[in-house]
């Protein structure tokens, strides 16, 4: 009845501190790339450079597929079981208020006739089914809460992977080639979808629906499953600086837009953040523990959400909005929206839920059947 062996060792998912600084880059990037629609000037590097800030997307998923996934199996190594009960109350409280305060605010500026929205927008956002209704309507419509197409594919897969890890359970092989073998077949059918426009609702983007973008957060899983077994062998290596190679090749991919860009991308951001969570002491691990950038990935998630409305021009007439809007007051505007909602709604939200958990420690449903063995 033990748990596979390749699973028993899986300590390295309580904490990794370069996480913390990839989340930064990310959301940075993602900051830097809405910021060419106000800000940025049209040439130059910097405006390069933040051509691609869309990536950081990919990373974000990448992160949360791997600590996810890791976490739940440190979990089943250590209780032979998962508890549904403490990780939902775990994701709702961390979520779910910044979430609601952000939107509560769109709400009031929408009745207040100082930005545009649609009903849609609300409900949709509320029910985590964004990526499913039209990014955009016209010029205006959307703009506010079109970024939480990527939130609303996060929370699918927070529903769907920790169920399926417990019924499956600690079969190493099965989970495994599970998560690689329903990743290829996303990348199959986004690539479908792409040349023939099979299934994709009117007016979303082919690749914002989360049965063609989940395989980014898979391939976060599957290096969560290996890690365990090449974290020895990678620390073991004299040469620490393996994210050099790894970046040079997905910098080259980007570049020369390679076929297949997409699984090159899901496949390299979770080997990334392997190589400088086994390896801090390389160059770039060092730059990613930096104390300025782990508190900016502390707060990515709140940038996240808040970076859309300070960026992206009101366009209702006189609106005092856009006096908020100019580059770049606009982005410390961002860091305040989000510092103010960190310490004052995530933090003691997340306090309440750990309060709750604490309180009651008993599973239910799924989480109470054993992990079945290898």
């Known amino acids: ?22 989340r930064a880059l990310s959301v940075l990037g993602v900051i830097l790339f809405h910021s060419l629609h106000n800000g940025l000037p049209p040439d130059g590097p910097i405006s390069r450079l933040a051509s691609h800030g869309h990536l950081g997307v990919d990373m974000f998923f990448a992160v949360s597929g791997f600590l996810i996934c890791g976490k739940r199996l440190n979990e089943m190594q250590q ?41 849609w927008e609300f409900t949709s956002s509320l029910f985590f089914i964004r990526n499913y209704f039209p990014s955009y309507d016209g010029a205006v419509l959307g703009r506010y809460t079109a970024h939480f197409w990527s939130l609303a594919v996060e929370e699918h897969f927070y529903l769907l992977c920790p169920v399926a890890m ?29 040349t023939y426009g099979w299934w994709t609702p009117y007016g979303t983007s082919v690749d914002q629906t989360t049965d063609t973008r989940i395989d980014a957060l898979l391939w976060g899983c599957l290096a969560a499953m290996l890690y365990p ?36 991308q899901a496949m390299l951001f979770p080997a990334l953040l392997i190589s400088t969570a086994a390896l801090p002491e390389s160059l770039l691990s060092r730059v990613l523990e930096w104390p300025l950038l782990r508190w900016i990935g502390r707060l990515s998630y709140i940038l996240y959400i808040w970076q859309q409305f300070a960026i992206f021009p009101v366009l209702v007439p006189h609106s005092p909005v856009a006096a908020l809007q100019h580059f770049p007051f606009n982005i410390a505007l961002i860091f305040l929206f989000a510092s103010a909602s960190y310490y004052l709604i995530e933090k003691p939200a997340i306090r309440f839920g750990r309060s709750l958990e604490t309180g009651s420690r008993r599973t239910f449903g799924l989480a109470s059947l054993p992990v079945p063995a290898k």
């Open 166 to 194: 417990l019924l499956v359970g600690a079969r190493f092989r099965r989970l495994a080639w599970g998560a690689l073998s329903l990743a290829l077949c996303v990348f199959v059918w986004r690539c479908i979808n792409m």
């Open 79 to 119: 209780t032979r079981t998962i508890s549904l009960k403490r990780f939902y109350l775990r994701r709702f409280f961390r979520i779910i208020p910044p979430l609601w305060t952000y939107l509560a605010v769109m709400a009031v500026l929408a009745t207040a006739g100082w930005i545009s929205t649609k009903g």
């Open 229 to 264: 077994k090449i974290e020895a062998r990678l620390k073991s290596l004299r040469w620490k600086n393996i994210w050099l190679p790894l970046s040079v090749v997905l910098i080259a991919a980007v570049l020369l837009h390679v076929p297949g860009l997409s699984l090159f």
């Open 1 to 22: 009845m033990a748990l596979s062996s390749s699973l028993s060792s899986t300590k390295g998912f309580h904490y990794i501190p370069t996480l913390d600084g990839w």
